[in-house]
């Protein structure tokens, strides 16, 4: 039987071959999906996210953990958007990590929930400026612009993004989210934000009120 201690340990030491093994391991045995990204996935990055703060662990193991982390996700993707249909789109969400912000994990788990969920997704990556948000919110008719931030020094680009949207008033319908570990709910309404998702699941709850589908 899985252990999801197991997981963890796997995903701290970056042993991505392992994280695959076991994810698929816990899948066979028919664990739910969101039990084994929260209790083997999720809960192994915070162990390292708590040993990198005490310098137990330096960038170069925080990497190799992400890529252990990212391995376990490749293998859950098609299980968390397998909701989405032929239907069309129930909306569009642009998505990006805010400038001068690497951080990427997190984000990607939310563009795989939207997905599910039938957003169509347009994912701008990490490190990205006002000027991309604001591109590509025109280019795809978005009707949600997210933006995620890991730092504390880059959550206040968001301020920037948001400040260039409200400039253009013909992208006013667009709804802004925020989202990020150092994020809430206070600073999400002190920038001017229409919405801030502290996970995944609620973040596409979020969206979908967005778009009236609930
Ligand atoms: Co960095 N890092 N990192 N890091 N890193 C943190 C964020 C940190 C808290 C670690 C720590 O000290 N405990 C700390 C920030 C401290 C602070 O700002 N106060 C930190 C630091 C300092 C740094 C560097 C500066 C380190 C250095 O170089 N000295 C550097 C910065 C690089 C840069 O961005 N310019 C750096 C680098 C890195 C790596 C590259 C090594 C790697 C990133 C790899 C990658 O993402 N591809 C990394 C990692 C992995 C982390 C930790 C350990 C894990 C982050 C993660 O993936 N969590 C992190 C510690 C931590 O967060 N506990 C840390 C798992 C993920 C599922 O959760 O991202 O919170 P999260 O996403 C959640 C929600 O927040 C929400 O939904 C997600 C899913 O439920 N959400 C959204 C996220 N985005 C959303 C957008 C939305 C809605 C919801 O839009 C609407």
């Given amino acids: ?17 392992e994280v695959e093994r076991l994810v698929r391991e816990a899948l066979a045995e028919a ?24 310098n137990i ?13 990212k391995a376990g996700l490749a293998i859950l993707k098609p299980l968390l958007v397998a909701s989405a249909t032929e239907n069309p789109p129930r909306g569009t969400l642009v998505i990006g990590t805010v400038k001068g912000d690497l951080h990427d994990i997190g984000k990607n788990l939310v563009c795989m929930m939207a997905e599910g969920a039938g957003f169509k997704v347009v994912d701008l990556g ?46 006013a319908g667009v709804k802004l989210a925020v989202g990020g570990a150092p994020v809430n709910r206070m600073f999400a309404d002190e920038i001017g934000a ?9 973040s596409v709850e979020m969206f979908l009120k967005f778009v009236g589908a609930t």
């Fill in 57 to 69: 662990l330096y960038v170069p193991e925080v990497l190799v953990a992400a890529r252990a982390m």
């Fill in 194 to 202: 229409d919405g801030y998702g502290p996970d995944a699941p609620s």
């Fill in 126 to 171: 990490v490190d990205q400026p006002a000027e991309r948000f604001l591109e590509a919110a025109v280019e795809h008719r978005a009707d949600i612009v997210g933006m995620s931030a890991l730092l504390t020094t880059t959550m206040p680009y968001m301020k920037v993004v948001i400040d260039a949207f409200q400039a253009r008033p013909e992208l």
């Fill in 31 to 54: 664990r739910p999906v969101s039990e084994i990204l929260n209790e083997g996935l999720i809960a192994g990055m915070a162990v390292v996210g708590e040993d990198f703060k005490y």
């Fill in 1 to 17: 039987m899985i252990d999801y201690a197991q997981i963890n340990q796997m995903l701290y030491e970056g042993n991505a071959r």
